[in-house]
């Protein structure tokens, strides 16, 4: 009986093993707090701001929302002393890295607002993302906190025209 318990195990773990490998292989990319910058009625752009960790390398190569006209990933730097955007094609996700979307770095830009985004609202994102050479869809639930929220970009986008 004994001996039988203890060959069941191995087998046990592996199972369990097999099965949170593949529970991976479906979350594809965690998205973890998710948050937009409110706006004020005359904004027309905001930013949108996440963490990603990719547990397979993967690339973030577009997003969507119902609530602006456009969505792009952007970059954000310093180019001596001006801050500067450009458009990112695509964002890569290295395998179980941490890929932060913050005020002064990546951000998802929202162009074309259809209505003011307010504190405690709520903005669907689908996030396009390719992973072993399928695109699959991925849909995040932004938060929507402060327009101070994060404060170092927000001169910077103010200034920023697209
Ligand atoms: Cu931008």
């Known amino acids: 009986m004994q001996a039988r318990f203890l060959a069941a195990l191995p087998a046990a773990a592996a199972a369990v093993l097999a099965a949170l490998c593949s529970g991976a292989a479906f979350a594809q990319v965690d998205v973890s707090n998710a948050w937009a910058r409110g706006t004020v009625p005359a904004q027309t752009a905001t930013g949108v701001f996440m963490t990603l960790h ?3 390398t993967a690339k973030l190569v577009g997003v969507s929302t119902p609530a602006a006209a456009t969505a792009e990933v952007h ?10 955007m450009r458009a990112v094609g695509a964002l890569d996700l290295p395998r179980m890295q941490d890929v932060e979307l913050k005020p002064g770095g990546y951000h998802v830009m929202l162009m074309g607002l259809k209505a003011p985004l307010k504190k405690g609202d709520t903005v669907p994102l689908t996030l396009r993302i390719e992973q072993g050479g399928k695109v699959i869809e991925e849909k995040v639930d932004a938060e929507v906190r402060d327009l101070g929220a994060g404060a170092p970009a927000a001169g910077a986008h103010g200034d920023h025209k697209h």
């Open 54 to 56: 990719a547990h397979e």
């Open 75 to 84: 970059e954000m730097k310093m180019d001596g002393n001006v801050m500067r």
